[in-house]
């Protein structure tokens, strides 16, 4: 019954090291999403998958790739980190996008020295 | 653009305390409108939606209504416990067209013994 599990759930870089957070849901979702939280700005969406093998851009997709090699993996990768990218992370999974509800990660929370 | 306000925190309650957090939204369609529930470290989960106006969504003793003629989608709950606790966040969603959901900036409730 785990849901959405996010690794790692802590994590400090210094500026210029690179990163992956990895994302693996056990619902068969088709949709996958990466957000960051920042205080005072809500949830805002950096990358998102409607599938297997296909990626998009959300919101604030700069100095972030990902990948969905497999269905039930979605990674988020850091390739120059910056201070600017502290934050905290969500990943989400949904069976059908739009109307239908989103399951969430438990967050990572990433500090950029 | 589209958008989600809602009130600032932190609203601070004492326990069987009635409770109204405001939301309301702008959206060039007609949204799905959710309110999401984070308790301290973990993701935010599903509280309650409504899709379509004059709808009611209800769970765990909070109601939401729909409100299309004042774009609102206020949160409310008759008697709070400390269980409630938690950071609340107002959301969006399109049914067609979007796989993105916009979230407003989350309003912390603290309730007293």
């Known amino acids: 019954n785990a849901g959405v599990t996010q690794t790692p759930k802590f994590r400090v870089l210094k500026t210029g090291q690179s990163m992956t957070l990895l994302c693996a849901q056990d619902?068969?979702?088709?949709?996958m999403y990466w957000y960051r939280q920042d205080p005072g700005m809500g949830l805002r969406l950096i990358h998102y998958?409607?599938?297997?093998?296909?990626?998009a851009k959300g919101e604030v997709p700069d100095g972030y790739n990902v990948s969905r090699l497999k269905k039930q993996n979605f990674l988020l990768g850091l390739e120059s980190a910056a201070p600017s990218q502290t934050s905290v992370y969500f990943c989400?999974?949904?069976?059908?996008?739009?109307?239908?509800?989103?399951?969430f990660g438990s967050g990572t929370q990433l500090s950029v020295l | 653009g589209d958008s989600v306000t809602q009130m600032e925190g932190p609203v601070t309650l004492s326990e069987e305390a009635f409770l109204t957090i405001n939301c309301t939204y702008t959206?060039?369609?007609?949204?799905?409108l959710f309110w999401y529930v984070q308790y301290p470290g973990e993701g935010l989960q599903l509280l309650l939606k409504?899709?379509?106006?004059?709808d009611k969504g209800s769970n765990k003793g909070f109601e939401a209504t729909y409100r299309k003629e004042t774009t609102s989608f206020h949160l409310e709950k008759g008697s709070v416990q400390v269980s409630d606790s938690a950071v609340y966040f107002c959301?969006?969603?399109?049914?067609?067209?979007?796989?993105?959901?916009?979230f407003g900036t989350g309003t912390r409730l603290k309730v007293l013994a």
């Open positions: 619902m068969n979702h088709e949709y």
């Open positions: 959301a969006l969603s399109f049914t067609s067209g979007t796989y993105k959901y916009i």
């Open positions: 989400a999974s949904s069976s059908v996008a739009r109307s239908e509800k989103l399951f």
């Open positions: 409504a899709t379509k106006a004059d």
């Open positions: 959206a060039t369609g007609y949204p799905s």
């Open positions: 998958s409607v599938g297997e093998g296909t990626t």
